[in-house]
């Protein structure tokens, strides 16, 4: 180990480096798995302790003007001190996954870390839903169009999402006739094979069908959702899953619920690559009992060959011109 390597630790979580020195400091992550583990643990574990102390502060005092750093020197400071964060993180999960040496509980929130870092980015997700368990119930029966307010399972849909609030969900009868809900942010919408296109000022009125929203797992806003994960779930990493076909370099983070917690699933588990790009999320153990045989267990899939265009989002995108239109 450098002998001033801690030094350099000690002054970034006490925000005393210098330029030059986060520059040094950068250079000593990217080229030293050890120095990165070392640096990855001490601000993962200053950042926790950080929020627990913030949180039980009534009131922190105010910052004086003549305190305040200027702006752009803060703006550079912070875009270097999130790089060696995440260059930290991933150059630690790869030194894990290789060669071990860090506690089970460790590596999996690295992991984790690691994944919500890449579900940060600001691009454009596509999904194929499938069932894997249908509950004792067996599944449903498709009805061939819209019949009674009957909809179509998920099994075999697609979902489409962008940002938080921003998705599209194609499900099929079993005549093949589409069932398209979805949100462009500001208005939720539906549109069944036939009659009237329904909106809503609520974004929120046609997500019941995404799965883990009658759970209040907000998966749409997939970064989110991974946070929910470290508070409420036991993580473990699982290195290179065999049994994720085809998905080579694959491993698996395997969260399982805390006794204390109620609702959501028992289990979910996440596919990542070295990027932490999620693949694959299978959420399992889902509450049953809903009188429309909800399912309960589903998996997603991530379909990167799929281009999104600009307008997908908007109702008009999926329906005729001249479809009669009512708001709820």
Not at 37 to 61: G, K
Not at 205 to 223: C, N, Q, S, T, W
Not at 259 to 287: C, M, N, S, Y
């Amino acid at each position: 180990m450098h002998d001033d390597y801690q030094f350099l630790i000690d002054g970034y979580l006490d925000d005393t480096l210098a330029a030059h020195e986060l520059r040094r400091l950068n250079d000593f992550v990217k080229s030293d798995a050890e120095c990165a583990r070392q640096f990855a643990r001490a601000a993962l574990l200053h950042d926790r302790l950080r929020t627990e102390v913030a949180l039980s502060e009534a009131s922190p005092p105010p910052i004086r003007s003549a305190e305040r750093p200027q702006a752009s020197s803060v703006s550079r400071r912070n875009r270097l001190a999130a790089a060696l964060i995440t260059t930290a993180a991933a150059v630690v999960i790869g030194f894990v996954m290789r060669h071990g040496g860090a506690t089970p509980a460790s590596a999996a929130s690295l992991a984790l870390d690691r994944i919500i870092e890449a579900a940060s980015q600001q691009v454009d997700r596509v999904y194929r839903i499938r069932i894997t368990d249908y509950g004792p119930n067996g599944p449903q029966p498709q009805v061939a169009a819209d019949r009674g307010g009957v909809k179509p399972n998920v099994d075999g849909a697609e979902l489409s999402v962008r940002g938080r609030d921003q998705f599209v969900l194609v499900r099929r009868f079993a005549d093949g006739s589409p069932f398209v809900t979805g949100s462009d942010g500001e208005i939720g919408w539906a549109v069944p094979p036939t009659g009237h296109v329904h909106l809503s000022r609520d974004i929120r009125r046609f997500r019941r069908a995404v799965p883990g929203e009658r759970e209040a797992i907000p998966f749409l806003d997939l970064e989110a959702s991974l946070e929910e994960l470290r508070r409420d779930y036991e993580l473990e990493l699982v290195e290179g899953d065999a049994q994720a076909a085809g998905a080579e370099g694959w491993s698996r983070l395997d969260a399982r619920k805390h006794k204390r917690v109620r609702g959501g699933p028992e289990q979910v588990q996440i596919w990542f690559d070295g990027a932490g790009t999620a693949h694959r999320i299978a959420l399992l153990g889902l509450p049953h009992g809903e009188p429309d045989g909800s399912p309960q267990a589903v998996q997603l899939d991530l379909l990167t060959n799929r281009d999104v265009p600009t307008n997908f989002f908007h109702h008009d995108m999926h329906h005729a011109p001249d479809r009669p239109q009512a708001w709820e």
